[in-house]
């Protein structure tokens, strides 16, 4: 396994539940933390406890769906820590509705959070990406592209579009020494589903620090090795459905 010390890992959309706690998991000593949200409060208290933890930390309030926004964040983070190492792509977005009730302008935004915030962070993080050392990108999908459901379908169809995009991305990035993958965790308890599922009934989903760990080992494997597209889900909820 590899060491994480000396690292310098990229986080957008890093504020989520899934998204900070992947970021307390591997703040330490030694590692270079860069992340991003729209939410000032959460993206300032996130930064203060991974400096607690010992890590350098960029916290930057960006538009992942803004490409001079996160142009200009890629570029500002590549002058401070010098070299990429990971890019992870937490930035993610559902509205429940019917078809006859859902607008163009959710379309558009369930698009844009899910598919177009990850071409963004990729396009302008690979152009600082030194092929010799390599690096690492995680897009984060979901369940929902493997497993369609009747109360998001747009959202469904956004995570299979990060899914293949990954696919093919893997396929054109492999000459440049990065390996990408794409995450397909099942629910997990976070402040994704409130407005949408009451707390009591996510009693059999993910902790955000489980896929955190899952994460770590990832990005802890020798470099020899890529994951391509992991699934994984609680298996008390599988057990459920």
Do not use: W
């Given at each position: 396994?590899?060491?994480?010390?000396?690292?310098?890992?990229?986080?957008?959309?890093?504020?989520?539940?899934?998204?900070?706690?992947?970021?307390?998991?591997?703040?330490?000593?030694?590692?270079?933390?860069?992340?991003?949200?729209?939410?000032?409060?959460?993206?300032?208290?996130?930064?203060?406890?991974?400096e607690?933890?010992?890590?350098?930390?960029?916290?930057?309030?960006?538009?992942?769906?803004?490409?001079?926004?996160?142009?200009?964040?890629?570029?500002?983070?590549?002058?401070?820590?010098?070299?990429?190492?990971?890019?992870?792509?937490?930035?993610?977005?559902?509205?429940?509705?019917?078809?006859?009730?859902?607008?163009?302008?959710?379309?558009?935004?369930?698009?844009?959070?899910?598919?177009?915030?990850?071409?963004?962070?990729?396009?302008?993080?690979?152009?600082?990406?030194?092929?010799e050392?390599?690096?690492?990108?995680?897009?984060?999908g979901?369940?929902?592209?493997?497993?369609?459901?009747?109360?998001?379908?747009?959202?469904?169809?956004?995570?299979?579009?990060?899914?293949m995009?990954?696919?093919?991305?893997?396929?054109?990035?492999?000459?440049?020494?990065?390996?990408v993958?794409?995450?397909?965790?099942?629910?997990?308890?976070?402040?994704?589903?409130?407005?949408?599922?009451?707390?009591?009934?996510?009693?059999?989903?993910?902790?955000?620090?489980?896929?955190a760990?899952?994460?770590?080992?990832?990005?802890?494997?020798?470099?020899?090795?890529?994951?391509?597209?992991?699934?994984?889900?609680?298996?008390?909820?599988?057990?459920?459905?």
């Amino acid at each position: 396994m590899r060491k994480l010390e000396g690292l310098t890992f990229v986080l957008t959309g890093a504020t989520g539940g899934i998204g900070g706690a992947t970021a307390l998991q591997l703040a330490r000593p030694g590692v270079n933390i860069a992340i991003c949200s729209i939410d000032k409060k959460q993206l300032d208290d996130l930064a203060s406890k991974l400096e607690a933890k010992g890590a350098k930390v960029i916290a930057r309030l960006v538009d992942m769906t803004n490409g001079k926004a996160v142009s200009a964040f890629m570029d500002e983070v590549f002058e401070v820590y010098k070299k990429f190492d990971v890019l992870i792509n937490f930035a993610g977005l559902s509205i429940t509705s019917t078809i006859d009730n859902f607008t163009e302008e959710n379309y558009d935004l369930v698009m844009d959070v899910n598919v177009k915030s990850m071409f963004l962070g990729t396009k302008f993080f690979v152009e600082h990406v030194d092929e010799e050392n390599g690096a690492m990108i995680i897009n984060f999908g979901s369940m929902a592209a493997k497993r369609a459901n009747a109360k998001s379908p747009h959202y469904c169809a956004a995570k299979a579009a990060v899914d293949m995009f990954s696919d093919g991305l893997a396929m054109q990035l492999k000459d440049k020494n990065i390996r990408v993958t794409a995450m397909n965790p099942g629910p997990a308890d976070t402040t994704f589903f409130e407005g949408r599922i009451p707390k009591e009934k996510r009693t059999k989903f993910m902790k955000a620090s489980t896929i955190a760990e899952v994460l770590e080992f990832i990005i802890s494997s020798e470099t020899n090795v890529v994951f391509h597209d992991l699934m994984f889900e609680s298996f008390d909820f599988y057990k459920s459905k």
